[in-house]
């Protein structure tokens, strides 16, 4: 994450963290070089609107702890990564509250015509009271009501994408003086519940046209949504087993929604402790393990009183109040029977739980979870200097074992991944693909 504090909080503070050098742009180029070097498929930066935890309190803790604040626009970084990198993927998170969809469409647009179709489009709903007030709302939407607002989102960007211009519209023909073909460029003349939005698309459609997308969310919600319109779909279970249901579960929903099992990837995110023997690895989460900031990760996911102020970690888990914990608060009371649950015991449930060992002990635990379905993982770091040791120690030991790729493909991201620039026909993008070839030429006729 463009950020000191990514979800691994307090490890900033370790004295081989290079994070909170953040802004520097050298750090990135050198990462994004190294990981391209190791073929990773793409580099993915979350983002958030707004800071964490509630609105009207004082945010003293999350200051302190500099729990993603400061931070910066990822999709700037990415068009700087861009000139230093070939191959390598470039994907980012926007949510549907922080950009206007013409304008949010047409800076991916520009990013994958910058990276020669690498684009790649995280679709969050946001989740931050603090990010919604960022942007005009006076508290974040419900839940659900949040997915249908992305529904008319994406359908905006579809048609900018997929319907504003023809193929062959581009002519660039100096001999005639004719540029593009203007019988081939279309206005879409969009009206719905939050959007009315007239085009046409002001790039040139781009490689990939429609970003590679990918999906996070793990509710009913969240779950038909990716099924409908993800490629890629970031998990976070605490096993193969619970990866294969969740894998299932989205697939048969993709397949009723009139799309294939194989148009969605699956990628569980996972952390490592890499040592060149066991017992190095074992001293090393140790090592990580004492840099955990208790205060942070609470703030994060917002356990706090009604004044916003952290509780006290030997507080009973019985006198918590939070509605954004519940089922991590049930794992806490379930698992400690011998006495009453504290605050701090909630924090190591937060705490995640990664694979450590050495290159070989994580390869055999990785073939667990490529038995299981999932077609990838996204790599998630304590600091940064955790991917040169993933790539340098673990990616060879994958490739022995056929568990990682040894060059990239041609083309795009999408093609790299799925065999095609384009969205295939089954997702709902394509329908627009000459939906205003012959539309209307104003809003009166749009609207008539």
Do not use: C
Request: glycine letters at 8%; hydrophobic letters at 40%.
């Amino acid at each position: 994450m463009f950020t000191a504090s990514h979800g691994h909080h307090g490890q900033w503070r370790r004295p081989d963290a290079i994070d909170p050098e953040f802004n520097d742009v050298r750090l990135w180029i050198d990462l994004a070089k190294k990981l391209e070097e190791a073929t990773f498929d793409g580099i993915f930066f979350p983002d958030v609107s707004g800071h964490h935890g509630p609105v009207d309190v004082p945010i003293d803790t999350i200051v302190e702890e500099g729990l993603q604040l400061p931070s910066n626009d990822p999709l700037l970084l990415l068009a700087a990564l861009a000139t230093h990198t070939e191959n390598i993927g470039l994907a980012f998170t926007s949510n549907i509250l922080q950009a206007h969809p013409f304008t949010f469409a047409r800076q991916v647009s520009t990013l994958d015509h910058l990276s020669g179709g690498r684009a790649s489009w995280n679709i969050v709903t946001g989740w931050q009271n603090n990010g919604a007030r960022n942007f005009g709302l006076r508290s974040l939407p419900e839940h659900d009501s949040r997915y249908e607002w992305a529904e008319e989102y994406v359908e905006v960007a579809y048609k900018l994408w997929e319907g504003s211009w023809d193929e062959g519209a581009l002519l660039k023909d100096k001999a005639n003086s004719r540029f593009s073909d203007p019988a081939m460029v279309h206005k879409i003349f969009h009206e719905g519940p939050r959007y009315r939005v007239e085009g046409p698309h002001l790039p040139s459609p781009s490689l990939q046209r429609t970003p590679l997308l990918y999906q996070a969310g793990s509710s009913a919600a969240g779950r038909a949504f990716a099924a409908r319109h993800a490629e890629g779909v970031f998990l976070m279970p605490d096993s193969p087993a619970g990866a294969a249901e969740q894998i299932s579960q989205t697939r048969a929903l993709a397949v009723e929604a009139g799309r294939r099992p194989e148009d969605l990837k699956f990628f569980p995110g996972l952390s490592f402790i890499v040592g060149d023997t066991e017992e190095e690895a074992q001293d090393k989460a140790e090592f990580v393990h004492s840099y955990v900031s208790v205060a942070g990760l609470l703030a994060h996911m917002a356990v706090v009183d009604d004044d916003g102020q952290a509780y006290p970690l030997d507080t009973p888990l019985s006198r918590v109040r939070t509605q954004a914990m519940q089922g991590t608060v049930e794992r806490a009371r379930s698992r400690i029977t011998d006495r009453e649950p504290i605050v701090e015991d909630l924090a190591l449930e937060l705490r995640s739980n990664p694979l450590v060992g050495t290159p070989e002990q994580i390869a055999d635990a990785l073939e667990e979870w490529r038995d299981a379905g999932v077609d990838g993982i996204n790599v998630m770091s304590y600091v940064l200097g955790d991917y040169a040791e993933f790539a340098d120690k673990v990616i060879p030991v994958l490739r022995e074992r056929g568990l990682a790729k040894t060059a990239y493909g041609e083309g795009s991201y999408r093609r790299k991944l799925f065999g095609e620039d384009r969205l295939n026909d089954r997702h709902p993008a394509a329908a627009y693909r000459g939906a205003f070839s012959n539309g209307p030429r104003t809003w009166e006729e749009a609207t008539a």
